[in-house]
């Protein structure tokens, strides 16, 4: 298995552009989570579907962020419009159904708003 | 605010020494999960063990859990300088409860094991 996969792996981006995030989760797993990462803040979790279905969205900062899938192969993160303090490692992660399961993380988006 | 707290923050030791990490948190939870990050990467996991166990070893890590005292560690044992890298703990909350079914991470500690 190739594991979790995101695209891209660097994003520069001028401020107040559309951003979007990709992630591609392990074959049959069922959870998948957004989390973004920053020195200040840590680890943070966004938002995290079950089955395709958004279940907690709470942790979206704001109307900027949205995060949708589509099906169960496929999940994007979209920020609109960017801001430099959106500038973090954003990471896309997935699980299997039942709590002793572990995530998966894929490699991480660095994201730059300039 | 985080609910896992690692202690230390930082550990610099030599190759062959024991590493031992701590973390505190604060709600009751269904498991605890120790994860690894190497610098510029993703998190791997290490290890997950649940409310109602004690301890648990895997290869040349040994995790406790004390769910009275809300806290945990991590020991990692005849270090090697590939085991440098930043380790949180995480916690999958108990039903019912505001953090059930998602992981919330520590700040982690930094370990950097010497050649």
């Known amino acids: 298995d190739a594991g979790v996969i995101q695209s891209p792996r660097h994003e520069v981006t001028e401020m107040g552009q559309e951003v979007t995030l990709r992630c591609k989760p392990i074959s049959g797993h069922d959870y998948l989570f957004w989390y973004r990462q920053t020195m200040m803040r840590g680890l943070e979790l966004l938002i995290y579907f079950n089955n395709n279905v958004p279940i907690d969205d709470s942790g979206m900062p704001e109307d900027r962020f949205s995060a949708k899938m589509p099906n169960a192969s496929f999940s994007t993160l979209k920020i609109q419009p960017s801001e430099p303090r959106d500038s973090a490692v954003y990471f896309c992660a997935s699980r299997r159904q039942g709590r002793t399961y572990g995530y998966t993380f894929g490699s991480g988006t660095r994201l730059t708003v300039v | 605010s985080q609910q896992g707290e690692e202690d230390p923050q930082a550990l610099s030791i030599q190759e062959g020494e024991n590493a031992t990490m701590n973390c505190s948190y604060k709600t009751s939870i269904n498991n605890l999960q120790w994860y690894r990050q190497n610098s510029g990467r993703g998190l791997v996991h290490l290890i997950l063990?649940?409310?109602?166990?004690r301890e648990k070893h895997s290869g040349r890590l040994r995790v406790t859990l004390d769910t009275s005292k809300k806290s945990s560690s991590l020991l990692i044992t005849a270090s090697r300088a590939a085991d440098t890298a930043s380790y949180f703990c995480?916690?999958?909350?108990?039903?019912?409860?505001?953090?059930?079914?998602?992981?919330?991470f520590g700040q982690g500690t930094i370990l950097t094991v010497h050649p």
């Open positions: 063990i649940r409310s109602n166990e």
């Open positions: 995480a916690t999958d909350g108990q039903a019912g409860g505001t953090s059930y079914g998602k992981l919330t």
